[in-house]
């Protein structure tokens, strides 16, 4: 079975710009979160899609992030524009079953904001 | 406001040397208490789903327990392979949405 898939894994933009991050859940997964780790923390939920209605983005910076699911499948998280605290890896994950904890991340994609 | 607290931030084990990691939570309505593995520049594995307190899983070397205000993560004699960061998460139900919240994490180091 393939995992989630995520690109770009490594990106380095300057402030101010613009980027986004494309995901591709495991096959079947109705719910999608995009998790933002920065170095030495936990990861940090901004925004769970179920199939494509998202049920929480209570902490994204909607200013500056969007994320939209196509068709309730893949995934793609912008961020315009890009500020120096925004250098973090973005995992997305997917889950077969909203009762249980059990998450499928990918490999994540690593922004440097220089 | 829901929080989960692991320690300590970071262990140094010898091979072989006994130990365990703390979570502890404070969530208005717990759904379930989640371990997993992350290794350096991947994405975290699942390790163990717990429900509730009593309740008790076991893998290889390591052995999640689970009380009504923290988790504990036992490694027993653990090899450098197990050397990775664990970290906790809690599934907190509210309105229709199923939200699952990560702690900061316990990296792990196993000497030779």
């Known amino acids: 079975e393939a995992g989630v898939a995520q690109s770009p894994r490594y990106k380095i933009i300057e402030k101010r710009q613009s980027v986004a991050f494309w995901c591709n859940p495991i096959?079947?997964?109705?719910?999608l979160y995009w998790y933002q780790q920065i170095l030495g923390q936990g990861p940090k939920l901004l925004i769970q899609?179920?199939?494509?209605?998202?049920?929480?983005d209570s902490q994204l910076p909607k200013d500056r992030f969007s994320a939209e699911r196509l068709k309730g499948v893949d995934s793609t998280l912008k961020i315009q524009p890009a500020k120096l605290e925004d250098s973090a890896v973005y995992l997305c994950?997917?889950?077969?079953?909203?009762?249980?904890?059990?998450?499928?991340f990918g490999e994540g994609s690593r922004l440097t904001v220089l | 406001e829901d929080q989960v607290t692991q320690s300590p931030e970071a262990l140094r084990l010898q091979e072989g040397e006994s130990s365990s990691l703390n979570c502890s939570y404070t969530v208005s309505g717990l759904r379930g208490l989640f371990w997993y593995r992350q290794d350096p520049g991947k994405g975290p594995e699942f390790l163990f789903t717990l429900y509730s307190a009593g309740e008790e899983k076991e893998k290889e070397r390591l052995k999640a327990t689970l009380t009504k205000k923290e988790s504990f993560l036992h490694i027993t004699a653990p090899k450098p392979e197990d050397s990775a960061t664990y970290l906790c998460a809690v599934r907190d139900d509210y309105s229709s949405a199923s939200k699952i919240i990560f702690g900061s994490g316990t990296r792990l180091s196993i000497r030779p």
């Open positions: 899609f179920q199939n494509n209605g998202v049920v929480d």
């Open positions: 994950a997917s889950g077969g079953n909203a009762n249980t904890g059990e998450l499928f």
């Open positions: 096959s079947g997964h109705a719910t």
